[in-house]
């Protein structure tokens, strides 16, 4: 294919050199004649591990060359790459002014051609930019509609410098962010030789997954610095710690407890949080990331009551009282708090717990439960049945057993389900369904007390 990436920088010059490399003809485009003249002369305009020599034999081949003319890249091109920097203003925002500019220009030599054209985004920026700023940009100047006339699509990059050639070749994944199938199709051509596999999404959705990644990789460091801190307190090597921590790949590293869901609770997550922040502020160590778990715990607590509340009805159903599924165990169990705090504002609930049977509890389990919830024996009901008939809204705190699913279908149209599990899916509930992220509030709770 004919491709032109559009910023030279580091990742515009390596995803350059490498799809020259995978037989592509690529025509770089930069602002800076430094960086467009050494690319020309077959060198990297910067120092990354193995670009330069195959900067050299791409420029070669004649499979790779540089400009800083707009209007030749475009015309000569069938798709555009956009690598221009995103960089960060004062106040946390990112700068789009070199995006703009990009879209605009290009834009315009797309106005001038006949034949059909994609637009590509790599540079990282947030969905709204482009939205509200790049999509208008590119349609007003080219007079094309995009997903019509001309492609969009958001394609992220996620090499690391340093690595980066090592990375573009074997990348966990290519992303492909468009609500446009033949744009879509466009960019998964131009990857096709390489093995990773292509993942297809809207553009908003990609945007997204680039900025979690990144956001979580940070949030890694952070956590492992923080319990380092920890170690050499209690004099622990905290690297053979981490070794050990990173063998388990079935619950640490692993997508084990990152579905979005209900909060966390049961008898040691929340009570083990809490011995280490404690022991930590008794040796004076200030853990920010460890000390911000169980507020944001809270926080999405209160944010499930608000969206029970705010649909106005007062006839509750809940499903799953237990901390999780497959158990009875009803300690600190947040489904117990949920309900506790709805008792408290007045609704008038009904649980199906199915793990739990009358007298079937003892010890600091029973006691924990009268004293949370001291009717509960009167709220509890016998089955999904029960709560329907009962329930304006019903909450799913916790995964539906697969013999319970279907009684979801014998819902009223008029009846609400919130999905706080994330269990179900709006095909398998034949009443209103939604979610916490579905959920059509304006604002989201900051620093509000629902309870
Ligand atoms: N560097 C990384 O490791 C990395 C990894 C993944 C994603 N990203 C993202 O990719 C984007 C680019 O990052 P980078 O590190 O390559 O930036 P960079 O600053 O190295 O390169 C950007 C290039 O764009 C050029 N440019 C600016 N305006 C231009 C214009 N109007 N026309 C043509 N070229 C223009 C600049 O001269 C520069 O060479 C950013 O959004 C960044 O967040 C970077």
């Not at 555009?80 to 500019?101: E, M, W």
């Not at 054209?117 to 590119?138: H, K, M, Y």
């Not at 990348?171 to 199938?181: E, F, L, M």
């Not at 093995?195 to 460091?221: C, E, G």
Request: glycine share 8%.
């Amino acid at each position: 294919m004919k491709v032109s990436v559009f910023g030279i920088g580091y990742v515009g010059c390596v995803t350059a050199a490498c799809l020259a490399r995978e037989g592509h003809d690529v025509i770089g485009v930069d602002v800076d004649p430094f960086k467009v003249a050494a690319l020309n002369e077959g060198r990297s305009p910067f120092f990354e591990p193995g670009l330069g020599e195959l900067i050299g034999e791409m420029v070669a081949a004649g499979r790779l060359r540089a400009t800083v003319d707009d209007a030749d890249a475009v015309q000569n091109t069938d798709i555009a790459l956009i690598c221009v920097g995103t960089p960060t203003n004062s106040n946390g925002t990112i700068r789009l002014d070199y995006l703009k500019h990009v879209f605009e220009s290009v834009a315009k030599h797309v106005r001038l051609k006949d034949d059909y054209f994609v637009v590509a985004l790599r540079s990282t920026v947030l969905p709204n930019a482009i939205e509200q700023d790049l999509i208008p940009l590119l349609e007003r100047h080219s007079g094309k509609r995009v997903d019509r006339e001309v492609g969009f699509v958001y394609n992220p990059e996620f090499l690391r410098e340093g690595v980066a050639l090592k990375d573009f070749h074997d990348a966990p994944w290519t992303i492909i962010g468009s609500s446009d199938s033949r744009a879509s199709d466009t960019v998964a051509a131009l990857y096709q030789s390489l093995s990773a596999p292509l993942v297809r999404t809207n553009p908003k959705t990609a945007v997204l997954v680039k900025y979690f990644s990144n956001t979580f990789h940070a949030l890694k460091v952070a956590f492992g610095n923080e319990v380092s801190y920890l170690c050499r307190e209690m004099g622990v090597d905290s690297v053979e710690a981490m070794d050990i921590f990173c063998q388990d790949t079935k619950l640490n590293i692993s997508p084990r407890y990152l579905k979005p869901g209900f909060a966390f609770g049961g008898s040691c997550l929340p009570k083990d949080v809490k011995a280490l922040i404690s022991e930590a502020a008794k040796r004076g160590l200030h853990l920010p990331i460890l000390e911000a778990i169980l507020p944001s715990n809270d926080f999405h607590l209160r944010n499930c009551i608000q969206m029970v509340a705010e649909t106005g009805k007062r006839r509750i159903g809940l499903v799953g009282l237990t901390f999780k599924e497959g158990t009875d165990d009803l300690r600190e169990s947040p489904a117990v708090e949920l309900t506790e705090r709805l008792i408290g504002k007045g609704f008038d609930v009904k649980i199906y717990e199915p793990s739990i049977a009358p007298g079937s509890l003892h010890g600091s389990n029973l006691s924990f439960i009268e004293k949370s919830i001291p009717h509960i024996w009167k709220l509890l009901v016998r089955g999904l049945d029960e709560v329907f008939l009962h329930a304006d809204v019903v909450v799913t705190m916790q995964q539906v057993r697969s013999e319970d699913r279907p009684m979801f279908m014998t819902m009223k149209a008029k009846q609400i389900c919130i999905d706080l599990a994330r269990t179900l899916g709006p095909t398998e509930v034949s009443g209103e369904y939604r979610t916490v992220d579905n959920d059509q509030r304006e604002t989201v709770l900051v620093n509000s007390s629902a309870s």
